[in-house]
């Protein structure tokens, strides 16, 4: 099987620059992934990482250390519509066609 | 921007109902899937099927059922619903990459 852990809020306030950690376990890896979803709405893609290092996207970045079974994704120039929930997920070798979210991390952005 | 959709978007039944909630893509994903997920909760998979006539149960126990007849269409359906079935159904599909694209969700209250 595998579990992934983040953290359940994060508060930062405009302009900052916020990292949301990820760690995970899996009986293998194929890469890990990241998925933004505003209250009521679906969940989108925001990265992915297959390999070490720095993704970046404009203001996003997605870090992956598979040694370590650590990523993050770091948000910079936080917006007020950055507030959503932050989802890490992994598709693993046990069926590779899976996909397994984390339980999500509620960011808030403050005035 | 992801072609898939479902129906209905919003639904009150009452206890012991049958229900069948849609879905459709046109992007012509082999991979589909079902996730149920509660307000500010995790997405837990419920059903995923790598193509026509292939379908399998996810992490979590469901008494939904799911049908992959054509390669467009995945629809999921309850017997017979119960207020424990009270929740947000959240269809997604994907290609041979690293993304899957989801639909807007189907929002469940059984009375």
């Known amino acids: 099987g595998q579990s992934l852990e983040q953290p359940s809020e994060v508060t930062a306030v405009e302009g900052a620059i916020v990292q949301i950690n990820c760690t995970y376990q899996?009986?293998?890896?194929?890469?890990l992934s990241w998925y933004q979803q505003h209250d009521g709405g679906a969940p989108t893609f925001l990265s992915y990482?297959?390999?070490?290092g720095l993704e970046e996207t404009g203001r996003f970045s997605s870090f992956l250390s598979r040694s370590d079974s650590y990523g993050y994704l770091l948000l910079q120039e936080l917006q007020m519509k950055d507030s959503a929930s932050y989802f890490c997920a992994v598709r693993d070798g046990g069926s590779a066609r899976q996909l397994t979210f984390g339980s999500g991390t509620q960011l808030t952005v403050l005035p | 921007e992801a072609d898939i959709y479902q129906t209905p978007r919003y639904l009150v039944i009452g206890t012991g109902k049958k229900i069948t909630l849609e879905c459709s893509q046109t992007?012509?994903?082999?991979?589909m899937y079902w996730y149920q997920q509660d307000p500010g909760m995790e997405l837990h998979l419920i059903h995923y099927?790598?193509?026509?006539?292939?379908?399998e149960k996810g992490d979590l126990s469901s008494e939904s059922t799911v049908s992959r007849i054509r390669t467009e269409h995945f629809p999921l359906t309850l017997e017979s619903a119960r207020p424990s079935h009270t929740s947000q159904y959240l269809c997604a599909s994907g290609d041979s990459g690293n993304t899957i694209y989801f639909g807007e969700g189907s929002w469940l209250t059984v009375v």
């Open positions: 990482n297959a390999l070490d």
């Open positions: 099927s790598y193509g026509v006539n292939s379908t």
């Open positions: 899996t009986s293998g890896f194929y890469g």
């Open positions: 992007m012509g994903h082999d991979k």
